[in-house]
């Protein structure tokens, strides 16, 4: 069964053992934002813990108790979440390696001194509710600043993670990074180069869906971070560009992150893609012949770029593809009159047009002229298509593969898409009817004669 935050705090008392509330769920609680997982901390060893919340009925998982926590799950009115029960720790770190070793520490005191920023560091005794703040992390709280505990340079050469950590709250929450932390984390960011692919795209994915990904972003380039965690992205700064960019590629970058337009459930995929979608102009950069700087292909550039770069950083492969074919589309231009070229927009980004027009606005949002008027009529015209010709969009060849390849008594073979991309777009464009077999038969007759 799942118990309550009261059974187990009663449980605690009755066995005279302490309990508090830390970590990022009092941290959210007094900036007045909700959190899921609520951490404890206690005196009271794993083995002790464990019997204490089986004692209680509770469900309980064990698999982070090497490190010393038990998991429970706890109901909140209707909601039931796993929380972390996790005995004082006084971690010890031996120079230069990247796990701790764990070690159980006796007081809050002690526990509290090991944790990262001082925001992070505040405990609250779940029995008086009253609350220990050893590092002044209340008063970080109110002046929204993110700062190490003890020695930066220390600490982040302890465990450089943190650099990234601290990085990603200034933009989950909207922080500042106090001046001392943040020369701390400016002077130890070659030390990312030793952790874990996987923690890096974590905190990185974090950190472009927080509240503020600018001041993020701007933060890490300026702290060299950049440079260490996505050298691809490094030569877009003090990449000028022409007249109608009011920014280098670098800042117009952090401006789409930025202003990029949100939608449920797109956040990741509409950041990232404001992200890389100019990841390809340094490369292609040339002066044309009025002089100015040009960006000639600069989308099939960076989508390229943008797909390596994404299977390095192990994104995932939907999004990454994803991302990869907005990076490649985001130039599209249709004209709203003409129907037929603002089906075949939609059709190249199948299930993502609005994403795409979400990039092209923002993009266009740090320009130094203001294209609203051609967007609007560009998503009205869609918004329209999608009402009434979607079975259209959808449409396929009226032939398969199969069909093809019986009607003729040909080998199968890359001729087979060929044909069919090609009645899939006549499809599109109206020129045939979806389920018109017969014409579709006539038309695959006459490409053949010419392949
Ligand atoms: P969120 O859950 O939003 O990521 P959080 O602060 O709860 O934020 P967790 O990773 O859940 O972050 O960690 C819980 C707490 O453990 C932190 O608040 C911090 O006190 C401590 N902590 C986590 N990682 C580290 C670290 N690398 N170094 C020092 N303390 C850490
Ligand atoms: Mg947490």
């Known amino acids: 069964m799942t118990i309550t935050h009261d059974a187990l705090t009663g449980a605690f008392r009755d066995a005279r053992r302490q309990l508090w509330l830390v970590g990022g769920a009092l941290r959210d609680r007094l900036l007045g934002i909700a959190s899921k997982d609520i951490d404890y901390a206690t005196d009271a060893d794993p083995d002790e813990v464990e019997a204490l919340v089986r004692g209680l009925g509770a469900h309980v998982t064990t698999v982070g108790k090497r490190f010393g926590t038990i998991g429970v799950l706890l109901r909140d009115g209707t909601n039931e979440d796993w929380s972390e029960i996790t005995t004082f720790r006084g971690d010890s770190y031996s120079a230069g390696t990247r796990w701790p070793d764990v070690t159980f520490g006796t007081t809050i005191e002690e526990d509290l001194a090991r944790r990262d920023f001082t925001i992070n560091a505040l405990a609250e005794d779940a029995f008086s509710h009253r609350t220990l703040d050893l590092f002044g992390g209340e008063a970080d709280l109110a002046a929204r600043l993110i700062r190490a505990v003890g020695e930066p340079v220390r600490r982040f050469e302890e465990d450089p993670l943190r650099i990234l950590r601290g990085l990603r709250f200034a933009s989950q929450l909207g922080f500042d990074i106090e001046p ?101 102009k340094p490369a292609v950069r040339h002066v044309k012949a009025n002089g100015e700087w040009g960006f000639y292909r600069h989308e099939t550039a960076g989508a ?37 070229s603002v089906r075949r927009f939609m059709a190249r980004a199948p299930g993502y047009w609005r994403d795409l027009l979400a990039l092209k606005r923002a993009d266009n949002a740090s320009h130094t002229y203001d294209d609203n008027a051609y967007h609007d009529a560009l998503e009205a015209a869609c918004e329209r298509i999608e009402r009434e010709e979607a079975d259209r969009l959808r449409a396929e060849s009226p032939l398969t593969g199969d069909d093809l390849v019986a009607m003729f008594e040909r080998e199968p073979g890359p001729w087979i898409r060929v044909v069919k991309d090609r009645l899939s777009a006549m499809v599109l464009d109206g020129d045939l009817a979806p389920g018109d077999r017969v014409a579709a038969e006539r038309t695959a007759r006459k490409l053949l004669g010419r392949l």
Not at 307 to 328: F, M, N, P, T, W
């Open 180 to 280: 001392a932390t943040f020369a701390g984390m400016a002077e130890t960011a070659p030390l990312l180069a030793t952790l874990s692919q996987e923690r890096i795209t974590a905190e990185l994915d974090r950190l472009l869906q927080g509240l503020d990904p600018a001041g993020g972003l701007e933060a890490l380039r300026a702290c060299g971070a950049l440079d260490v965690v996505l050298p691809e992205l490094a030569n877009m700064a003090g990449c000028e560009q022409n007249r109608f960019h009011r920014f280098d590629v670098w800042g117009h970058t952090v401006a789409t992150v930025a202003t990029i337009e949100l939608a449920p459930g797109r956040k990741r995929l509409r950041r990232w893609t404001a992200l890389l979608h100019d990841l390809g």
């Open 304 to 340: 390229e770029l943008a797909a390596a770069l994404l299977e390095r950083l192990k994104l995932g492969k939907s999004d990454s593809l994803a991302i990869a074919s907005l990076v490649r589309r985001h130039m599209d231009r249709p004209d709203p009159e003409d129907a037929r």
